[in-house]
């Protein structure tokens, strides 16, 4: 996320709202994580940062179908994992702040820090979202920026997004999961996708 990078944008002007934005585990392999979250830290918004599980959500699918694990009990080691990557973040950038409530999220904006969400206390009692792979940190962000008030949800990413393609069309690639599309589409949330090649 560069001075350079351009970015796509469904919805409203959202220049002064409080943003939701998914930073993809996947960052840290290809070592473009620590500057995007020194950009992030950067920003004169409020920020909630959700982070992505990257290989530690792999391990999950990976001990699934080695142990032969239930959709719901991977879906909550995945959430678990997504915590795991989060700890990764702030270790990296120390100024942001652990959140785990709507509450405590808009507590660390009132005293103008970046929250970094840790997703399960939330989730647990949420019966909108399933409990199988059809919902990742993808879905889980624009589930958030709803809860917060249908605000702008950006996700960042390792791979380039054809500007013309709609939430709809990235699901069926397999770029963003269905549960992100269904959020966006339901709730009309601004939404953008950005990645590292899109910079023209």
């Known amino acids: 996320?560069?001075?350079?990078t351009r970015v796509r944008s469904r919805g409203s002007d959202t220049v002064k709202?409080?943003?939701?934005?998914?930073?993809?585990?996947?960052?840290?392999?290809?070592?473009?994580?620590?500057?995007?979250?020194?950009?992030?830290?950067?920003?004169?918004?409020?920020?909630v940062i959700?982070?992505?599980?990257?290989?530690?959500?792999?391990?999950?699918?990976?001990?699934?179908?080695?142990?032969?694990?239930?959709?719901?009990?991977?879906?909550?080691?995945?959430?678990?994992?997504?915590?795991?990557?989060?700890?990764?973040?702030?270790?990296?950038?120390?100024?942001?702040?652990?959140?785990?409530?709507?509450?405590?999220?808009?507590?660390?904006?009132?005293?103008?820090?970046?929250?970094?969400?840790l997703p399960l206390r939330l989730l647990r009692r949420d019966d909108t979202i399933p409990k199988d792979w059809s919902v990742t940190s993808d879905g889980l962000a624009a589930r958030l920026a709803e809860r917060l008030g249908r605000l702008p949800v950006v996700l960042v990413k390792s791979v380039a997004v054809p500007r013309s393609e709609t939430a709809a069309s990235l699901a069926a690639r397999g770029v963003v999961d269905p549960t992100f599309a269904a959020i966006v589409r339901r709730s009309g949330l601004p939404w953008r996708v950005t990645g590292p090649r899109l910079e023209h």
Not at 1 to 4: A, F
Not at 61 to 88: K, P, T, V
Not at 96 to 110: C, E, K
Request: proline content about 6%; glycine content about 8%.
């Open 17 to 47: 709202r409080p943003l939701v934005l998914k930073i993809g585990g996947s960052l840290a392999e290809t070592g473009r994580l620590e500057g995007c979250l020194a950009a992030v830290a950067a920003l004169r918004r409020p920020v």
């Open 1 to 4: 996320m560069t001075p350079r």
């Open 50 to 117: 959700v982070p992505g599980g990257g290989q530690f959500a792999d391990a999950v699918r990976e001990r699934q179908q080695r142990e032969e694990l239930s959709d719901r009990e991977a879906h909550f080691l995945a959430i678990a994992a997504m915590h795991q990557m989060a700890e990764a973040f702030l270790a990296l950038q120390p100024g942001p702040v652990r959140a785990a409530t709507l509450s405590q999220i808009r507590d660390a904006w009132r005293r103008k820090r970046v929250a970094v969400w």
